[in-house]
Each structure stands twice: as structure tokens, then as C-alpha cells.
């Protein structure tokens, strides 16, 4: 189940922060761990104001997007929970409200790219990310007359 958190919970938020961190330190192996942890309270305090749309399996959430208009902040999914789906229902879903939709992924994350390539997107751009001086690619995906 796919569901857009209006007022989310301190408890809905809690897993949601605790995702993101356990995420990014397993997907990310080239950044040091103490980036993610050092960054954890301000991102707290970012999904608070964010627009969450979460996944659930069942009544527990799994894995999450941050959408800000059309630019996806990240997409996470518990390990155990990858290839099963939730990812792409989430982006399903942000594909059903959105004409274009953008992002960046880590040059060295290649899963995700190519998850997002499986996803219809395209690379648009390469650039580096300040906050960490890893390379970057932007990618983008337009709704047309083909994926409508």
C-alpha cells in the first residue's frame, strides 16, 4: 500500500528517519558513515516539512519517497524489502500526479541508477555534489504520449 502522510506521527517519522539513515549508510559504502549520522537531525527536521509518501507492507512502513514539487529528494526502502516493488509503486504513484519529475543519484550508486533508467527515466546531466564532492548524475522523467 501506497499512502502520502499529511500530519505524520513522531512514531511514523521516527521509522521513516531511521530508514533513511540505515538506507543511505548501505547504499552509499563510498561516503563515511559519519556523514550520514552527523546529517540525521537536520534531515528529522526536513521530513517533518516534507512531503512524505510512504510504502507499506502491511501495517508497517518500509520505505519512503521526499518529494519537493517535482524533485525527488530520495527514494528508500528497507534492505529486506528491496525488489519487491515498493520502490516502483512509489514512483508509480509520483508518476500518476506529476508531468515531470527529477532527481540526483551518486555516480557510484549503480543500482539506483539503474533502477531509475528501468523507471523511464534519462540522464540529463553530471555535476558533483557539494556536500560531499561525489560525482552526480541528474536524471529526468517527462509523462508523453508513450508513458501516459
Do not use: C
Request: glycine share 6%.
Amino acid at each position: 500500500m501506497i499512502k502520502q502522510l499529511t500530519e505524520p506521527t513522531s512514531a511514523e517519522l521516527n521509522r521513516i528517519s531511521n530508514i533513511w539513515l540505515t538506507s543511505n549508510i548501505e547504499a552509499h559504502d563510498f561516503i563515511p558513515r559519519s556523514y550520514w549520522e552527523k546529517n540525521y537531525p537536520m534531515v528529522l527536521q526536513q521530513l517533518a516539512k516534507s512531503d512524505l509518501i510512504t510504502a507499506y507492507d502491511g501495517d508497517k512502513i518500509v520505505g519512503f519517497m521526499g518529494l519537493d514539487k517535482n524533485y525527488i529528494e530520495g527514494i528508500f526502502v528497507e534492505s529486506n524489502h528491496l525488489h519487491q516493488g515498493f520502490g516502483k509503486s512509489l514512483i508509480e504513484h509520483a508518476k500518476a500526479t506529476h508531468a515531470v519529475l527529477n532527481l540526483s543519484v551518486y555516480g557510484k550508486n549503480q543500482s539506483a541508477i539503474e533502477f531509475y533508467l528501468a523507471q523511464g527515466f534519462t540522464k540529463s546531466s553530471d555535476g558533483i555534489d557539494s556536500n560531499t564532492g561525489e560525482p552526480e548524475i541528474q536524471m529526468v522523467w517527462q509523462k508523453n504520449q508513450f508513458n501516459e
